[in-house]
């Protein structure tokens, strides 16, 4: 049986490094759960992690045995936001944003698998926030992205090229939240080895 690893065969997945790519992300579903507070420091953001995981190996599981398709479990992803937006660029006060922790779920897979999967999660050994996680759709649409490697916090300047000059000059403006595609692991992996997508929402700025 083929296992697909969505990370080399789905469009959305590739970025270059160093550049910046317009690209149209399609609707795609997620599990989701939300939190608040610094990464680095907040016992909620591990928990977060911790009460995805079991329930997309679950989904993995059952695919493989009951649809013939396997996979592999995709790369953790999250959404940021903050009331202020500066705090991502020119403060990085982490202690203001926002987020929502993501894993995608394949399109072949039904809301129903999933209910059934979270169900049998919940009964062995359910995780701190478990009941805080949800299946929803994001559509993003047209996108600007680029692979970053490195620390986190060396994502200031890409961003601040991202935001206040390619977008601009490309007729651009922002719109959705901030997007992150970690490819790395980031509890195991140097933070200068670090392999993430970032990703920004964008529309066509209307003339006139």
Known sequence: MEKVDFKKTLDTYQ??????RITDVPTMRYLMTDGHGDPNTSAEFADAIE????????????????????????????????????????ARDK??????????????????????????????????????????????????????????????AVLERLHNEFIPSQGLRMTGKH???????????PPEKQRTILRQPVARVSPG
């Open 95 to 156: 202690s203001q944003w926002d987020w929502t922790l993501m894993l995608m779920v394949p399109e072949w897979i039904t809301p129903a698998a999933v209910a059934d999967a979270m169900d049998k999660v919940r009964v062995k050994n359910a995780p701190a926030r478990f009941d805080e996680v949800y299946l929803q759709s994001l559509s993003e649409g047209l996108c600007v992205q680029t692979l970053h490697v490195g620390a986190f916090d060396d994502e200031t």
């Open 15 to 20: 970025a270059p490094r160093g550049q910046f």
């Open 51 to 90: 009460a995805l995981y079991p329930v997309a190996y679950k989904l993995k599981f059952a695919s493989k045995r009951d649809a013939g398709r396997d996979y592999v479990v995709p790369p953790l992803e999250g959404l940021w936001w903050a009331a202020d937006m500066e705090t991502f660029t020119a």
């Open 179 to 189: 997007h992150e595609i970690y490819f790395s692991d980031f509890r195991k992996v």
